[in-house]
């Protein structure tokens, strides 16, 4: 990792007080004065800070519950950030700016996010050849009639061109939940992409349109705190995503 990353993530120092530390020549990296930065270290390297050796905190994985009208950014834009939500007061080495999302939801989307420090374990998660399950709560404009279930399913199934791509989008998996009314408008997606709005894309490209997306699960994990709300995750929930 970058040697200003490393130096924060085995301190309280922000980046910016890192940065100066470097510039001033207080970081030695197996005995020698490194003045950049940008300098790619690794843990088992001797990195020192005034004659002190830096040991790095261990990754953190956490699990939140994304409400509506907040943005996957560290900092605040045209929304409030998601972090605003993690009061990491009173958590030991818990630095909202060494972490980052797996996977970003859009604003107006709800539900299960993963938040870490693992730059690798993210990776896992996001990438598309990797399959790991995304399960969204999709609720639409239009009905779908009972005799038009079947033929959406398998074409779910097949792909959907999605307006502006190449190729068809991965295999999704489709249930259309059942409803007191005629026509179900609420279904459980199930994709491995995260391609730009690529639900609420699929369901234009076969003329619906999504007017609620919620995310409850990704691969093993499943979201169980309230709106707001974020915890740990287990050790067995860590290590699901690098089996």
Not at 60 to 86: E, V, W
Not at 90 to 107: K, S, T
Not at 108 to 116: W, Y
């Amino acid at each position: 990792m970058r040697l200003d990353k490393f130096i924060c993530k085995s301190t309280e120092l922000t980046k910016r007080e890192a940065i100066q530390e470097i510039h001033a020549g207080h970081i030695l990296v197996n005995d020698l004065i490194v003045l950049d930065e940008s300098t790619q270290v690794h843990e088992n390297n001797l990195i020192t800070l005034n004659g002190q050796r830096l040991k790095p905190r261990p990754f953190r994985y956490l699990l939140m519950h994304k409400p509506a009208n907040t943005i996957c950014s560290n900092t605040d834009g045209d929304y409030p950030s998601l972090f605003n939500q993690l009061d990491t007061d009173g958590v030991h080495g818990l630095n909202r700016d060494e972490l980052h999302i797996a996977g970003r939801l859009d604003v107006d989307t709800t539900g299960l996010v993963l938040i870490t420090d693992d730059g690798r374990w993210t990776y896992n998660i996001t990438r598309p050849d990797k399959d790991c399950k995304k399960i969204y709560r999709v609720g639409l404009s239009y009905g779908i009639p009972e005799h038009k279930i079947a033929p959406l399913v398998e074409r779910f199934k097949q792909g959907i061109q999605l307006q502006g791509e190449q190729g068809l989008t991965q295999s999704a998996l489709l249930e259309v939940l059942p409803s007191i009314k005629k026509e179900s408008r609420e279904v459980l997606l199930t994709i491995t992409e995260g391609k730009y709005h690529q639900v609420k894309r699929m369901f234009a490209a076969v003329g619906n349109r999504v007017l609620s997306l919620h995310r409850e699960k990704i691969g093993e994990v499943q979201l169980d705190v309230e709106e707001g709300h974020w915890r740990f995750l287990t050790a067995h929930e860590v290590s699901s995503f690098t089996r």
